[in-house]
């Protein structure tokens, strides 16, 4: 079983930084591939950002490539998301997802993820 806690979110104005954190525990936390998702007020959860276990490789959406960063510092079991020039529509709510197998998946579905943490709000203002 694994635990995973999101920190960070918050209120911004447009073109702010935020930077969310997710503390797992119950793991050995490089086993497995996590990922960040997001749902936006009356929208279905979409996919974000994953990274690897190793932490070596990443990718993104279309929607947040070349804002947001995902990052993962194994020895403090914590995955990041540097989110730089947020927008209105980033407004959602963030959640990490941890998969069971190392490697980032071929598809964005959240089904593929095991365990989730249990959101940290993110509001842009414009």
């Known amino acids: 079983q694994v635990q995973l806690v999101e920190s960070g979110g918050g209120l911004v104005q447009a073109g702010d930084s935020l930077r969310l954190s997710c503390a797992a525990s119950?793991?050995?936390?490089?086993?497995?591939?996590m990922g960040w998702f997001r749902r936006a007020p009356g929208k279905e959860r979409e996919f974000g950002a994953a990274?690897?276990?190793?932490?070596?490789?990443?990718t993104y959406s279309v929607s947040v490539k070349g804002r947001f960063t995902i990052a993962r510092d194994n020895a403090k079991n914590t995955l990041y998301l540097q989110m730089n020039s947020l927008k209105p529509e980033d407004t959602a709510v963030y959640f990490c997802?941890?998969?069971?197998?190392?490697?980032?998946?071929?598809?964005?579905?959240?089904?593929?993820?095991?365990?989730w943490g249990q959101g940290t709000q993110v509001t842009v203002s414009s």
């Open positions: 997802a941890s998969r069971l197998s190392r490697t980032i998946p071929d598809s964005y579905s959240d089904s593929l993820y095991s365990y």
């Open positions: 119950g793991r050995t936390f490089s086993a497995g591939a």
């Open positions: 990274i690897d276990g190793s932490g070596t490789s990443t």
